[in-house]
């Protein structure tokens, strides 16, 4: 009986080809893709917030928020030729995103406001970085998604890392409020939640990414026009001085976001994408600290950086 041949490979030499390779490497792209495209989402909204802001200096935010769902809307439906079929209008699932179009992002942009109105911002910030511990629960209560220890640390990290960064303009007497303002913010984490919830629901039957944004933006513009009109009997002014291209640019970015955000559901779970897409905060501090240099570092800043960073990895490695 002949003994086996023993090969030397030189050093630096690639090893032999293996055949589970490319499918392992593929194993890993695709476990790689929700977590990068829920960051990127992440950031394109952070970057949306910032143009926002540089509108409203023009107008009320009322007007903005129509005129920035427009553009998202005019978006969607400017590709919808080419990746839209007929028959996905007949599908149970076209009713999902149009039913999340109703309360998604009307009411819990309305619910934000109100409760800034109520509570302030900085109570407001604080209670709205809940969404995480709220997308921990659908996923695992509704679809059936897995927790691991690193997911629900690295989740605390982030609601504790905003929370942080909410805190950083406190001071002063402490304002009174009624009890029941106290929801609003909830209710709008809530909202969004489930919105995103629901449409990771409804792609387990249709999976577009591109069609789920399309129906829910489309329903939250007739939404939003609708009560826009009914308050103020006349449609949003358009032209330069009234920062109607800061929302119309701001529009756009938030459709690529929401894109982003639809398409890390499609693949991954509620429990990663939802936590990750809530370091928005986060990042939206970078950028006015770093370039639009509205901010300065504090020490709640400093700390949250320190938190949220690992926070994520520990999601990202958590599966």
């Known amino acids: 009986m002949s003994s086996p041949v023993c090969t030397i490979r030189p050093r630096g030499q690639p090893p032999p080809y293996s055949p589970n390779r490319p499918r392992r490497e593929s194993i890993e792209l695709q476990n790689l893709a929700p977590i990068l495209l829920a960051l990127t989402s992440a950031m394109l909204f952070a970057v949306s917030i910032q143009v926002l802001h540089r509108g409203l200096r023009s107008t009320d935010s009322e007007t903005g928020s129509v005129v920035q769902i427009g553009a998202t809307v005019a978006c969607y439906w400017l590709l919808a030729p080419w990746l839209v079929e007929s028959w996905y209008w007949l599908t149970p699932a076209a009713l999902i995103f149009a039913a999340i179009g109703l309360f998604k992002p009307f009411l819990s942009a309305n619910a934000s406001l109100l409760s800034v109105h109520y509570l302030g911002p900085t109570p407001t910030s604080t209670l709205a970085a809940t969404s995480p511990l709220f997308g921990a629960a659908f996923g695992v209560l509704i679809l059936g998604e897995q927790l691991t220890l690193p997911i629900v640390v690295g989740t605390i990290a982030i609601v504790g890392g905003c929370i942080l960064l909410a805190q950083k303009g406190r001071g002063g007497a402490r304002a009174s409020w009624p009890m029941w303002a106290l929801l609003l913010p909830l209710a709008a984490a809530f909202i969004r939640t489930a919105g995103d919830a629901m449409t990771k629901f409804a792609m387990l039957d249709l999976p577009s990414p591109y069609f789920a944004g399309l129906v829910s933006f489309s329903v939250s513009l007739i939404v939003a026009l609708g009560f826009f009109c009914a308050r103020r009997?006349?449609?949003?002014?358009?032209?330069?001085?009234?920062?109607?291209?800061?929302?119309?640019?701001?529009?756009?970015?938030?459709?690529?976001?929401?894109?982003?955000?639809?398409?890390?559901?499609?693949?991954?779970?509620?429990?990663?994408?939802?936590?990750?897409?809530?370091?928005?905060?986060?990042?939206?501090?970078?950028?006015?600290?770093?370039?639009?240099?509205?901010?300065?570092?504090?020490?709640?800043?400093?700390?949250?950086?320190?938190?949220?960073?690992?926070?994520?990895?520990?999601?990202?490695?958590?599966?």
């Not at 330069?240 to 991954?268: D, E, K």
């Not at 897409?277 to 320190?306: D, Y």
């Open 233 to 319: 009997r006349t449609l949003p002014k358009i032209g330069r001085a009234h920062g109607s291209g800061w929302f119309a640019l701001a529009g756009v970015i938030n459709g690529i976001s929401v894109y982003s955000l639809n398409t890390a559901l499609q693949l991954g779970d509620v429990i990663v994408v939802i936590p990750l897409v809530s370091a928005s905060p986060f990042l939206t501090m970078l950028l006015s600290v770093f370039l639009i240099r509205q901010e300065t570092i504090t020490r709640n800043s400093l700390l949250a950086a320190l938190i949220v960073v690992p926070g994520c990895i520990l999601i990202a490695v958590g599966r």
